[in-house]
């Protein structure tokens, strides 16, 4: 049986509906820095209650190659995190 931990090495325990400070705190940033113009596209991946999961994106224009490059790197950063946490 496998092992499952966070890409920072914590154990995951159990999805539950208590708000992550941390993911609060991100959003909140992000969404103070848009209302300024510094966010022109973005890109999201989300876990809800119960493991269900959504993903989209918003920003259209000059900024699509820019997210999609963005979204590559992230990618690469995701996965080289996983490898790093076994």
């Known amino acids: 049986?496998?092992?499952?931990?966070s890409l920072h090495g914590a154990p995951i325990g159990?999805?539950?509906n208590e708000p992550d400070q941390m993911v609060v705190d991100m959003l909140e940033d992000l969404l103070a820095r848009a209302k300024v113009g510094d966010v022109q596209a973005l890109a999201?991946?989300?876990?809800?209650?119960?493991?269900?999961?959504?993903?989209?994106?918003?920003?259209?224009?000059?900024s699509v190659h820019s997210l999609g490059f963005a979204v590559s790197v992230l990618h690469h950063r995701y996965y080289s995190g996983l490898q790093d946490a076994e």
Request: proline share 4%; aromatic share 8%.
């Open 44 to 62: 999201y991946a989300h876990v809800a209650p119960g493991g269900s999961v959504a993903n989209g994106w918003e920003g259209t224009g000059a």
């Open 14 to 16: 159990g999805i539950g």
């Open 1 to 5: 049986m496998s092992k499952v931990v």
